[in-house]
């Protein structure tokens, strides 16, 4: 019985073994994309190389806001720019600036008077980066 074929038609058509490569290339695949998938995450949500953020603002007047902001940094070496804005009661921004924070030590604490289109409400940290354009460059 062993060596008995199926009669033809009745069963449909039997499956082709899978190629030997298909079976070597398919993990090899999957973990490249798992290797591409976990490089991402790590740019987008790992540790960031500079952090900012703002420790007190001070509305001066309807046009004029003081924003001070702690900048942490892991190149301490390294000037930074740091974009700084004001938002008006309705939520819109009201002013925004470049703040060029000099190579100092790892933690260091900025300070600048931002001037607005309406009347402010706060003042914030928008991002910072050591991408110094040359306009703000010491050198």
């Known amino acids: 019985m062993a060596g008995r074929a199926l009669p033809e038609g ?64 892991d190149t301490p070496d390294r000037a930074v720019v740091c974009v700084v804005r004001a938002r008006s009661d309705d939520g819109d921004e009201a002013g925004r600036r470049e703040v060029l924070v000099p190579p100092g030590p790892g933690t260091t604490f900025a300070r600048t008077v931002l001037k607005t289109s309406k009347p402010p409400v706060t003042g914030e940290v928008f991002g910072c980066s050591y991408q110094v354009p040359a306009y703000l460059s010491t050198r």
Do not use: C, H
């Open 10 to 73: 009745r069963y449909g058509k039997t499956s082709k073994p899978m190629p030997k490569w298909a079976r070597w290339s398919l993990p090899v695949i999957a973990v490249l994309l798992g290797a591409v998938v976990a490089w991402v995450g790590y740019r987008n949500l790992g540790a960031k190389p500079v952090e900012a953020k703002q420790t007190a603002f001070q509305v001066l007047d309807a046009g004029s806001v003081e924003i001070t902001l702690e900048v942490v940094r």
